[in-house]
């Protein structure tokens, strides 16, 4: 998996950039809204004061910062960390990969945006994941549903992160949480109308026709960009059922400026399977002279995904990479002699590159080892005894079709690599 | 260098295993003697007390004994992490990479053993690193030259831990530190008159002659032993220069129980590249009824290795995976026309598995973008404007050769493919 999506990343471009596993707590702080809680804390044993990273981003950001980055496509495939209620069978751990692709740049408005899509798609397509749904909505047409609305600009992250819950809880509950936060009824009745609603580009050229919504200006700029990255992913070849505008979707995240992104699975129960967005922002806040850069990524969380396609897989895989087995074909007296040859022999094939391995035991059985070979999904297996070390030959067998062939020591290596061909 | 390196243990048969970052506290409690200071804490924010792992050698351990693991050889490329003070010119950091290869099971003695140094010497060979030597030394030889000098037993481990800083203190700094651990000056001058032994096979046929250290059970053992280790490099093809059987070699960790390595590269002055040992009765540690699983392992630091791999690069490196760069000759008026051909044609290539990329910019220009070709090692350039759309072609340039030829677009991703050969 871990090959495949390293493949769509390079395939775009991408460089990869690893950052350490720790960063200063102060670099994470006020990152992440309520979910900071979920940070794991390093004990203070004098020096700086660390934790472990919560995501791949954040990092970014403040590594692009650090070196005066201000234009890269990067991959990161790593692992995060936080101090979440595990669900194994769901594929949520508390020390979990993440893939991660970002464009950091002064570009072309929603460009990045959509290729961002495209990668996810790619991948998702690559991995015969089965049906999946790009969720997408903006950030600013968000706070332009918020302010037509009429929340108070200081309650637009906390309310935010309410609206975050719609996929989880019942309206009800998500109401009852924003008149708990301060904002009356209508207000929040406003919103949901709002939220409910999802499409494709048509949804958008309804909503630029929305008078309310577009009386503010940041929802019209929300809807422009949407317009122009549904043309984008049009371009770079997105099928488009692929793509959901979905004014529910929220991300709790702070960090995130423009466009957000949420990919769920159809008919799968594992939660969403990549996320991300925008974040214009976030270099700033690591910069000297607040000097930003505009970004935007995306991560997918490969365990939940291993969750389906490991329910997918047919039949046996092979779990070792070892394509032969010296084996010996041991007398009375001379398992050492034949030991030595066996030694020997692996030494030629890694010469020549092959993957290879003997017993490590002088007495390994001739038919253990060959069983061993079916179990492991073994291709070849050479025998040698002492008949064969005389006449300076040994035996090829092909496990599947069980034919032995004999060959000189000297055209093994050659044979074997024709074989494995 | 990873791709090397993970080459080579595949070669053996090794399958990769992956353990947590972070281990309980008491995992690491007690395993790495003196410098167990160096641990990095997590904060006690309830739940499990929890530290970062100090190497991968002891999670590996954890790893058998949780899972019931009593055979299996794996490899583990990943970041440790230590306390101390970074000295970054020799590849000296707090968060580093280690290469480990690992041999559990119950085994003809030595064999297992051998097969780590055929390892680091493969490694080593293949990175083109210049002249190195293995050093050797045996845990039972060097507890049977305390015996027979007279160091009570309850001393062995922190005598040991003098030893190991032969490499880079005076033996009157040793000397000092071994009578203020409370052994004689007697006693340390003929600990110093064993140490000062270095060589190969023909060092481990006298040793077994010395009437003083051969009354000594565990310093028997240990040279039969070192004498098949000798015979099973020698089978396994490993040049006897590389070998040196090095009686100061004491590696300070707690958990080797016998044979021990470090390779050091001859002349540069970067410290030791890898080390291991023979570790059989750490697994045992953590299993319930202390049955425990003989390992052997060997660790390469990634880091150290780079400073002299970096210093043997010649000539510019590409920084990127881009292998097409798609440039529009834009006119007056038709850019947001060509921007688009340059997404779609990106596309194009992406599903053909090539590498691709184009400006996220409508203004690009035409020289610039030759130019960036040029400056990344991008190998092609495919060109569109307005005349080509209309004729549905595009122009491909060689960036070497400066050379252009015209193919119609149907046969792009097939023309790029086979240049690409």
């Not at 099928?239 to 423009?258: E, I, N, Q, W």
């Amino acid at each position: 998996m871990v090959d495949v999506v390293k493949r769509v990343f390079k395939r775009h471009g991408a460089v990869t950039i690893e950052t350490p596993v720790c960063e200063l707590k102060e670099t994470l702080t006020g990152k992440y809204g309520e979910d900071s809680k979920l940070i794991y804390d390093l004990a203070d044993q004098g020096g700086e004061i660390l934790a472990l990273r919560y995501d791949l981003t954040v990092p970014f950001a403040r590594f692009c910062a650090e070196h005066g980055i201000d234009t890269i496509k990067r991959y990161h495939i790593s692992r995060v960390y936080r101090r979440d209620r595990p669900a194994m069978a769901k594929g949520r751990y508390r020390e979990f990969y993440q893939c991660d692709f970002d464009i950091a740049g002064d570009f072309e408005s929603m460009v990045p945006d959509a290729e961002c899509i495209k990668i996810v798609t790619e991948i998702l397509e690559e991995l015969r994941i089965g049906d999946f749904v790009l969720k997408v909505n903006h950030r600013k047409i968000l706070d332009g549903i918020f302010a037509v609305a009429g929340v108070p600009a200081e309650l637009f992250r906390s309310i935010c992160s309410a609206v975050d819950k719609l996929d989880k809880s019942e309206w009800a509950e998500v109401k009852a949480e924003m008149l708990q936060k301060g904002i009356s009824s209508e207000i929040a009745e406003t919103i949901w109308s709002y939220s409910q609603k999802k499409g494709g580009v048509e949804l958008v050229l309804e909503l630029l026709q929305d008078e309310l919504l577009c009386s503010n200006e940041l929802a019209k700029e929300g809807l422009e960009a949407m317009k122009k990255m549904f043309l984008f992913c049009d371009l770079f070849g997105v099928p488009p059922g692929r793509v959901s505008f979905d004014l529910s979707l929220a991300r709790g995240l702070d960090y995130y400026t423009g466009v957000i992104y949420e990919c769920v699975l159809v008919g799968q129960d594992v939660g969403s399977v990549a996320g991300g967005g925008r974040y214009d922002t976030l270099v700033g806040m690591f910069t000297k002279k607040g000097k930003s850069i505009p970004c935007v990524g995306v991560s997918l969380g490969l365990e939940r995904l291993f969750t389906i396609v490991e329910k997918n897989i047919q039949g046996a895989v092979p779990s070792r990479p070892t394509q032969v087995l010296i084996i010996g074909a041991t007398g009375k007296d001379d398992k050492d002699q034949i030991f030595a040859e066996r030694l020997k022999l692996c030494n030629v094939l890694w010469a020549n590159g092959i993957s290879c391995e003997t017993a490590h035991k002088t007495n390994a059985k001739l038919m253990t080892q060959i069983q061993l070979c079916e179990k492991e999904l073994i291709k070849f297996a050479v025998i040698i005894g002492s008949g064969e070390i005389q006449q300076g030959i040994v035996k090829i067998r092909d496990i599947a079709t069980r034919e032995e062939t004999e060959i000189s020591r000297e055209e093994l290596p050659a044979k074997i690599l024709e074989l494995l061909l």
